[in-house]
């Protein structure tokens, strides 16, 4: 009788790979576990805890591709072009911590570029409380700032209080020594060294002490110089375009956002000024990674979690839109665009349905579709 070829290979890999029985894999995780403890008792080695505890951006699509949003206790960067959102992005964020944390959240503002005020991160919703940027920052003051936290947290037993430090920007940031160089060529790639030093340093110490330092940084051209071009890296970074700082940041950040200037919004429409952002996560460690999509911002009020939610269901057909719009789940209620977000925050019929159908397309084309579970 003649054997069909896939049955041989099913009968080869059968043979290859027996099946391991359950008491096999209790002495399996048994012996690992041992190991483990061995290891940390006579060396003080200390396994990850595999959970993150996250600060919400306040933007249900962004939370979804970061996996929850900005990871407490890591190195965190976004980056972008001017005028990207960057900096209203990461004044969002600690307005989301402040809320989510119930006041406790140790909150702080380093303003390299001294362009950020009071009012400004007030009306990004920074009020509980509102926070005073520290300015005049170099390298070495950022370190000093996270060293004085760190004990602080300690002596005052706020170790367990989640922390949210902003730094904008990296780039924009000079060492002490930058400062005071009179021939710019003589500190060409210090910054770097000196960053290459302290941020693996702090990067630990952040985790001990449930720090979120959220950076801000810059993109630059890659500077291609024939034989010394630079080995390619990020690759799915925008093309051409690296970050300042040395690759210590690329290495050490835990989350890394990109984002870009999309369209700008016509007033007549929404009934605001602002832009379009396509956002993405070039690195991440809670959601995998380079998953696009789009943020709905205002010029004044920040990005809208509303017009982000509403776009997006537009993008995936349970919202219509023409001369009069509606939800797919609720079609008796047409709306005109500029009247949506009146309707949503006046009728909670309307309100529910939009909520229920956000969440429920985010799970549908961003959960389910990319967190691949092994």
């Given amino acids: 009788m003649e054997i069909e070829k896939n049955e041989v290979v099913t009968e080869v890999i059968e043979k290859a790979e027996p099946d391991v029985s359950l008491s096999q894999e209790d002495e399996a995780v048994k012996l690992y576990n041992e190991f483990s403890s061995f290891l940390e008792q006579k060396e003080g080695f200390v396994q990850d805890v595999g959970v993150k505890l996250t600060v919400s951006t306040g933007i249900d699509l962004a939370d979804a591709i970061l996996g929850g949003g900005f990871a407490i206790g890591a190195l965190n960067i976004i980056v972008g072009q001017p005028g990207s959102g960057k900096t209203m992005l990461a004044i969002q964020v600690l307005a989301t911590g402040q809320k989510q944390y119930k006041g406790k959240l140790l909150g702080s503002f380093l303003d390299a570029e001294e362009s950020t005020t009071t009012i400004r991160m007030s009306n990004l919703g920074v009020r509980y409380p509102k926070i005073k940027p520290y300015v005049d920052i170099t390298v070495e003051k950022v370190f000093k700032f996270l060293e004085t936290l760190c004990v602080f947290k300690q002596e005052k037993k706020l170790i367990e209080t989640p922390s949210v430090v902003i730094w904008d920007s990296i780039a924009n940031t000079l060492t002490e020594k930058e400062r005071e160089a009179e021939d710019p060529k003589s500190v060409i790639g210090y910054k770097a060294r000196v960053l290459s030093m302290t941020i693996p340093q702090y990067v630990s110490k952040c985790a001990k002490n449930n720090i979120c330092l959220l950076a801000v940084n810059q993109l630059r051209d890659t500077l291609n110089l024939d034989m010394f071009a630079p080995a390619p890296d990020l690759k799915f970074m925008s093309s051409s375009k690296t970050m300042p700082g040395g690759n210590v940041l690329k290495f050490n950040a835990f989350q890394l956002v990109e984002m870009k200037v ?54 995936h057909k349970r919202m219509v839109t023409g001369a009069w719009n509606y939800l797919v789940d609720l079609p008796e209620k047409k709306f005109r665009t500029k009247d949506a977000l009146t309707l949503y925050n006046e009728n909670k019929e309307f309100k529910e349905a939009f909520d229920k159908a956000a969440k429920e397309t985010i799970q549908s084309e961003i959960i389910e579709k990319y967190d691949i579970q092994i």
Avoid: Q
């Fill in 262 to 315: 999309g369209k700008v919004i016509e007033p007549e429409k929404l009934g605001f000024e602002g832009i379009r952002v396509k956002m993405k996560c070039v690195k991440n460690k809670l959601f995998p990674p380079n998953v696009p999509i789009s943020l709905v911002g205002s010029f004044t009020s920040g990005f809208s979690n509303f017009w982000t939610n509403y776009e997006f269901m537009r993008d």
